[in-house]
């Protein structure tokens, strides 16, 4: 089986989480929005249900991958809903300047959660629709880890000593934070592209996505075209915008299962023999 130890590097991303959230979020949950609270349980959700897959694939828990799968149904549709909330939360306190923070880089970061969130869905999607290729199946999987992993490392790096804060590498630190998560994040997301022939699809759109996060925000989102299209968003009501996201999630993954039932999609030997010892 492919990517066979992968649960554990899944497993090494919650203390990071911890470590990363604590000061903003974790350490402060009576004071955060419930925006916030939808977005952090359900990505968090995610990844839990992802490093049960992957952990019980490898170690033949057929019936146990089985569940988690299905549960991936109710999952993926409820972070897809909570995406939006927590989008049109951070863009609120952008426009009201709400610290220094998310005056500097809300609207900024808006774009970045705009390219995320339906990537995330896209790559659950084409795993479904290629489960019955093993290898392809599990790079896509996986490779809805990397898109959290910016906001994590991006965290972390302004806590080490001597890391610049302020001027050029922005309040806090966090513009080059932010660059430098994005950079680790494509590099990652490159190399695993590069290493297996059925990962390419999965981890090159992850690479893309994160590029395109990059530039994002160093380009449209420092406008004053952007931050007038983020000022009227947020005059948009977001309960319609999140129940169209979940419902749109849970219907493309609907599809893409059933285009995965109905094509046959040819399967090497050797997996298929693995597949079917998993079973």
């Known amino acids: 089986m492919p990517y066979r130890h992968a649960y554990r590097w899944l497993l090494g991303l919650f203390p990071l989480i911890a470590l990363a959230f604590w000061p903003g979020y974790l350490g402060q949950l009576a004071q955060a929005p419930f925006a916030l609270h939808a977005h952090g349980l359900t990505a968090t959700a995610w990844l839990m249900l992802l490093t049960a897959q992957s952990w019980s694939i490898h170690a033949r828990r057929a019936a146990w991958h089985r569940a988690a799968g299905l549960a991936t ?48 869905t896209a790559l659950v999607a084409y795993a479904l629709a290629r489960r019955r290729r093993v290898g392809v199946h599990a790079a896509a999987m996986l490779a809805t880890a990397l898109l959290v992993l910016p906001p994590i490392i991006g965290r972390l790096f302004p806590a080490l ?74 005059d948009m009501p977001v309960a319609p915008v999140a129940l169209t996201a979940g419902v749109a999630a849970a219907a493309i993954l609907l599809l893409a299962w059933r285009l995965g039932a109905a094509r046959p999609w040819r399967v090497k030997p050797g997996l298929a023999a693995m597949s079917a010892s998993a079973r």
């Not at 300047?97 to 998310?102: E, I, K, L, S």
């Open 73 to 120: 149904f109710a999952v993926v549709p409820l972070f897809a809903a909570a995406g939006p909330l927590a989008l049109w939360s951070m863009a609120g306190l952008w426009r009201t300047q709400a610290d220094p923070f998310h005056a500097a880089f809300g609207a900024r970061l808006v774009i970045a959660d705009m390219i995320a969130g339906p990537c995330v």
């Open 161 to 234: 000593p001597g890391f610049p804060h302020g001027g050029w590498a922005g309040f806090a630190g966090f513009r080059l934070a932010f660059d430098l998560a994005e950079g680790v994040t494509l590099l990652i997301a490159l190399v695993l592209a590069s290493r297996r022939s059925d990962g390419r699809v999965a981890f090159g759109l992850a690479a893309a996505a994160t590029a395109a996060q990059l530039i994002g925000f160093e380009t449209i989102g420092r406008t004053a075209f952007w931050e007038r299209a983020v000022t009227r968003l947020t």
